[in-house]
């Protein structure tokens, strides 16, 4: 035998597979609440409410049609909604936001303007056909009728920006017929299509 003690290899207790997964998930909750805006910053409790948008350009980019610009939107209640084809909170989201402008499709004084932006870097007129491609095609698998626009060099978004902070995707805005902004939502919860809804009948009700 030789005179060399053999050494038996320790052993570190095993952490169960469930303790890890309850981990997993609590630091993403963790997450969530942290990122997550209080419910005192959603809708009309945004602390940028009451500002105006500095600039809007909205380019067509599913159908045939015109430019946009804050002057055309002048006496119109707005619900603004960016959003992705990348993003599955926004393929969550727009049905609802499909529904909202199909409701008001035939008032004049409303308009849903739903802006669908790439994943990577500013959507230029270079990358223009492929936006265009992924859009159309998204909406044809989920059989959605809703017009979109596009946001050339994220000249929107940077006004949205400025005026209450792009937090992420998707995120709605609802301005009233003076272009005030009077509510705000980033990402999406259950619900959150009444809300806007509510706030939108709010609005045009002032103006009648």
């Known amino acids: 035998m030789s005179d060399v003690e053999s050494i038996e290899p320790s052993h570190t207790p095993r952490i169960p597979r469930v303790w890890l997964a309850l981990a997993f998930v609590f630091a993403l909750f963790a997450a969530w609440r942290i990122l997550a805006p209080s419910p005192s910053q959603v809708g009309s409790g945004n602390p940028g409410v009451g500002k105006k948008l500095s600039t809007l350009s909205l380019q067509p980019l599913t159908f045939i049609g015109d430019d946009i610009s804050l002057d055309d939107l002048q006496g119109d209640v707005v619900v603004l909604n960016f959003w ?104 999406y919860a259950p619900g959150d299509e009444q809300a806007v809804a509510e706030l939108v009948e709010q609005l045009l009700s002032a103006e009648t």
């Open 84 to 187: 992705g084809t990348w993003c599955p909170p926004c393929r969550t989201e727009l049905p609802h936001v499909a529904e909202l402008a199909r409701r008001y499709r035939q008032n004049e004084h409303c308009r849903v303007l739903a802006v669908s932006c790439g994943s990577s870097g500013p959507d230029s007129s270079d990358s223009l056909p492929e936006l265009q491609s992924e859009t159309a095609a998204l909406l044809a698998a989920r059989h959605i009728d809703l017009s979109v626009y596009a946001d050339l060099d994220l000249r929107t978004r940077k006004a949205v920006n400025d005026a209450v902070g792009f937090r992420g995707y998707p995120t709605t805005l609802v301005l009233d017929a003076g272009g005030v902004i009077r509510g705000v939502w980033t990402g």
